[in-house]
């Protein structure tokens, strides 16, 4: 007798007991988990848009999205081929990908990392929607605590306030902005960051490189 099962799928039911096309596709599935490790996984909705999961993805990348918890810059986690979801594509401005310096944790949860600035602003925070985002630490606000400011055309550095949580530069409280040098001391929540910059006098990346 020939049947359709709970996700929509036909068969006969004097050859499978069950849908084998579920059974294959759990099978599959569990393939998938055995292979990727102890990662979270989401559930995927089926329709013409999926909005349970929202995937962000740079020009150029194919084959099936990858759907799971994210990471700096990288996604991970259960793969859905030919599920359906709302994929979010991006790209930065011409030339605004060019590194123009770091921060240096030197002190704090976060002691020994590095974190690259780029041009124009780059605020600082726990989100991941932050341009640097500081995980560790909890007395960093997660949006916009401050910013640290790459002017190209000057070649400068800056550090501004962000949200109104309390920022220091060597030691002083920060108030408004003040222009940043090499090795000058930051201090954001419970960590203290060095300043290096990249980009500095004598040093900088030409107008062919950043078109």
Known sequence: MIVKCANGHFYDTNKSKECPYCIKKERERSERISELGNLPSF???????????????????????????????????????????????YSKSAGTSYITGWLVCVD?????????????????????????????????????????????????FYLTEGNGSLTYLNGSLLNGSAELKLGDEITIGNCKFEFVPFCREGHVWNAEEKA
């Open 43 to 89: 559930d995927v909705s089926f329709g013409p848009v999926n909005e349970g999961v929202t995937v962000a993805m740079t020009p150029g990348e194919t084959g099936e999205v990858e759907i799971g918890c994210y990471g700096q810059n990288h996604l991970q986690g259960m793969r859905a081929p030919g599920d359906s979801v709302t994929v979010g594509i």
């Open 108 to 156: 704090g949860p976060e002691k020994g990392r590095d974190y690259r600035i780029y041009h124009g602003k780059n605020w600082v925070g726990k989100s991941p929607d932050m341009d640097i985002t500081i995980h560790g630490d909890q007395m960093i606000q997660s949006e916009k605590h401050c910013a640290i400011v790459y002017d190209g055309k000057g070649n400068k």
